[in-house]
């Protein structure tokens, strides 16, 4: 077994490689405070030096080389984040804000920008962050990228995770150098016009979305927006929903399928006409030549649509597929994504956690392993067949495709957004040769066409195209059991389920079926998934507790919308009923007056004190506090308050009652004490 593992090992090192950066770079995320860059430099020079005295040795020095992937890991996140580190909001803060537009998201119902070159009144050059969101009035005068302008607005810091163990927006924000979030109070005011020099690709892309927004009306024009510029911000929360639900979602993300048409229809285009010329189809290689357009086209459109992480895996894997093909060489396909893997890992560490990167790599690698495996299959199969078994065996690879990217993704996808589109086969069969034959096509003509100013035939055929796909999700959406809801799953699910899965497919001969281990232990950990019997926001005005038939009943409906939604979801549980001011609530094991509520779970009785007066009674009778108010000093129940320091200290909490002890997880545990969580929410010693 040993030399079994060794060799395969040896032979697919190149492979491994990735996994041990991202080993080392989960090992930095998930420490409960910032290391020292010393363990980084030391960890990496340690490991090298027993990779170089191991050389001699080809089964040492290759767990050597992974153990050096680990550190390099661990050590290329260490740096990413004091490159990225900046000043963060501590608290909210009301004044003018100056600063230069440097995005401009059109959203469904008003514009969203990034400032950068900050000033804010009442606040110090120190202390202010690189760059914040900052949400504009709606009927407010649009500004472009590069404009200098002033504004009265209300900044705050970025919210943490809404729950203990949620996905961390803070940290997202962080690596892209926002210090707070916030929204306008007052009309823009243009100090100074936008330079055309250092924006000009966002000014090219601006005119492109206007353009196309002026043709193509709705969620139709703003999908065509995303397919040309990258921007999905414009797509309502409508259309969103219903691509999630129907698995469509992937064709609105600049990835694989995109970069691969726009390659394909460059390459066969080209080589066509090139050898539509007699003399230059017999003297020149224009297969080469059109494998050069291609590359050059793909390197274009990527810079066009943004450098997500998707979009620069698919044109790294793209691109060399054409290199070989300009070399007469024959591309290793799971050599291309782990080399896109590595360059990602290396150069942006901080994608690792997000979904992004999971989903996109995880269908990437399983969809070639099942493709290797079947390679000999699908040879005899195509040999000998006519038209109509072709048109056969492109339906089912778009639904051996659709099945392998689902079943690869669906851990990520219950993890990150705890949902998943068991129908996305159908849709698919119909979303995918539509985006094949008329939507890419149509977006690559209309880049010239938008150019010469000839488009008025291409964007009605593109945005034709694209109402088309919005009614395959409408429809598939609106099927039963078109997506379902699964309680959030806890990391060490996510991790056992993705080692599994790497195994299955890096690994090589029977063994590799180990890796079909992770199905049950993926299993476990969604019938093990934590529920509370309590949430609370981190200001104590916004709580939920559990009804006896699953039900979470929130103490209001008229704010904090997004939480709301938040912890229905991660707890896939329905809405009950509010909190009343006067009576009963959650099935009966909430009761509630003027003052506050009582919360009976079992033999524990949790108060939620609303007023001052109430603090006598609560204290008193009931076994753990919440408030959003300051608690008196001699507020003692036997297992504790949270009140408004606390919380603000803490974040979100979670209370599980079940046990013997009530067991309150909080968002600063979660976190820890790590640069991208702001003063007030760090982790406090006790």
Request: charged content about 15%; overall charge positive.
């Amino acid at each position: 077994m040993a030399d079994a593992l060794a060799g395969g090992a040896r032979r697919r090192l190149v492979l491994l490689v990735p996994c041990g950066l991202g080993v080392g770079i989960g090992l930095y995320f998930a420490l409960p405070s910032e290391p020292p860059l010393a363990a980084g430099l030391i960890l990496a020079g340690l490991s090298g030096l027993l990779a170089a005295l191991l050389h001699r040795r080809p089964r040492a020095v290759c767990f050597a080389i992974l153990l050096l992937a680990v550190a390099l890991g661990f050590l290329a996140a260490e740096l990413r984040t004091r490159m990225v580190t900046a000043p963060l909001l501590d608290r909210e803060r009301r004044g003018t804000v100056t600063g230069t537009v440097q995005t401009v998201d059109l959203l469904p119902h008003g514009v969203r920008v990034i400032l950068g070159e900050l000033t804010m009144e009442g606040l110090a050059p120190e202390a202010t962050p690189a760059a914040v969101r900052l949400r504009l009035i709606a009927s407010d005068a649009v500004p472009a990228a590069g404009d200098r302008i002033r504004v009265r607005a209300t900044l705050a810091p970025v919210a943490g995770p809404a729950y203990p163990g949620g996905f961390d927006f803070r940290r997202q924000l962080f690596f892209q150098g926002i210090g707070g979030t916030g929204f306008a109070m007052g009309k823009v005011e243009r100090l100074e016009a936008a330079d055309t020099t250092p924006s000009r690709l966002t000014r090219l892309q601006d005119g492109i979305a206007a353009r196309v927004r002026a043709q193509i009306p709705g969620d139709a024009g703003a999908i065509a927006v995303a397919f040309l510029t990258g921007e999905r911000a414009g797509i309502s929360d409508a259309a969103n929903q219903a691509m999630r639900d129907s698995g469509l979602s992937h064709l609105l993300s600049i990835s694989g399928i995109h970069i691969s048409l726009v390659a394909i229809l460059l390459l066969g285009g080209v080589r066509l006409l090139l050898a539509l010329v007699e003399p230059v189809a017999l003297r020149w290689p224009i297969k080469k030549w059109a494998a050069g357009i291609a590359l050059l086209g793909i390197v274009v459109y990527t810079i066009l649509v943004g450098a997500s992480v998707p979009t620069v895996r698919s044109s790294v894997m793209t691109g060399v597929v054409l290199l070989a093909v300009m070399a007469d060489r024959v591309a290793i396909s799971m050599r291309l994504v782990a080399l896109a893997a590595t360059a990602i890992l290396l150069a942006a560490p901080e994608a690792l956690p997000g979904p992004s990167f999971q989903m996109s790599f995880g269908a990437v690698i399983a969809l070639i392993a099942a493709y290797e495996a079947l390679r000999p299959h699908l040879s005899r199969w195509r040999s000998g067949g006519g038209p109509p078994r072709r048109v056969l065996l492109y339906l089912a690879g778009i639904v051996l495709t659709t099945v392998v990217a689902t079943a690869a993704t669906t851990p990520f996808a219950v993890y990150h957004f705890q949902r998943f589109a068991p129908l996305a086969v159908a849709a698919n069969l119909m979303a995918i040769p539509l985006t094949s034959i008329l939507i890419m096509p149509a977006v690559l003509l209309a880049y010239p066409a938008m150019l010469l100013g000839v488009d008025g035939w291409v964007l009605p055929l593109l945005g034709w195209g694209n109402q088309a796909m919005l009614w395959v999700a409408y429809t598939v959406s609106s099927w039963p059991m078109a997506a379902l809801t699964v309680p959030a799953m806890p990391a060490w699910g996510l991790i056992a389920g993705s080692v599994g899965g790497l195994w299955l497919c890096l690994a090589s001969g029977r063994i590799r079926l180990l890796g079909l281990l992770a199905v049950p232990v993926l299993l476990l950990a969604s019938l093990s998934a934590p529920s509370p019997q309590i949430l609370v926001d981190t200001t104590g005005r916004l709580a939920a507790v559990r009804a006896p038939e699953g039900g979470l009943a929130f103490s209001t409906r008229r704010s904090e919308r997004f939480i709301r939604e938040i912890w229905l979801r991660a707890e896939a549980a329905a809405e009950d009923a509010s909190w009343p001011q006067q009576g009963l609530a959650a099935g009966g094991r909430l009761g509630c007056d003027p003052r506050g509520c009582l919360y009976r779970f079992g033999d524990r009785t949790v108060a939620f004190t609303r007023s001052g007066e109430a603090f006598d009674d609560d204290c008193a009778a009931a076994d753990l506090v919440i408030t959003d108010l300051v608690a008196p000093r001699w507020c003692r129940p036997r297992f504790g308050v949270w009140d408004r320091f606390d919380l603000r200290r803490s974040g979100s909490i979670a209370v599980d009652l079940t046990g013997p002890e009530p067991k309150v997880a909080t968002v600063a545990e979660a976190v820890g004490d790590r640069p991208w969580a702001p003063a007030p929410f760090r982790a406090v010693p006790e």
